[in-house]
Each structure stands twice: as structure tokens, then as C-alpha cells.
């Protein structure tokens, strides 16, 4: 028999990114980040780091979704 569950998953929908518009943010952040006055590599990276995460999320939200979790499927084994 088959048993199922729901479990939560995080997806991005990327096929929907405006490439044109992101491009253009992305230059801007990374010459954002070039300009600062941060004195260290680890600084920048980690302005990099923030500034990348918030453009993706801008372009592409992470959304949970609940999707059934099938369990013990007899017909797909190993030889498969």
C-alpha cells in the first residue's frame, strides 16, 4: 500500500525573472559594493553575500509549498 504525507518545500519560480531588469540591479550592487569603503575581502563578501540574497529575493520569493511525500511505492524498487 501506498501512505502518504504532506511535507514542506521551498521553492523560487526563476522561469518568470525578468534577465533584463535583474542584470541591471546586479551591475548596480556590484558597483555598490566596489565603491565602499569596506577595508577587508571578508567585508565585501559578506556586503556581496546580503545584497545578492535580497536581489534574488526581490526577483524570485521563496514560497513554501506542501507536497505529498509518497511513501513505500511497491511498484519502484532497485531494479528500476
Not at 518568470?16 to 550592487?29: A, G, L, M, P, S
Not at 553575500?49 to 519502484?76: C, G, H, I, Y
Amino acid at each position: 500500500s501506498v501512505s502518504t504525507c504532506k511535507k514542506k518545500v521551498q521553492t523560487r519560480n526563476y522561469k518568470d525573472v525578468n534577465i533584463d531588469e535583474f542584470k541591471t540591479e546586479f551591475t548596480d550592487v556590484c558597483t555598490k559594493i566596489l565603491s565602499t569603503d569596506a577595508s577587508c575581502f571578508e567585508d565585501k563578501y559578506n556586503l556581496f553575500d546580503e545584497m545578492t540574497k535580497n536581489l534574488v529575493e526581490k526577483f524570485a520569493p521563496q514560497k513554501t509549498r506542501s507536497v505529498l511525500n509518497r511513501v513505500n511505492t511497491p511498484w519502484v524498487d532497485n531494479r528500476i
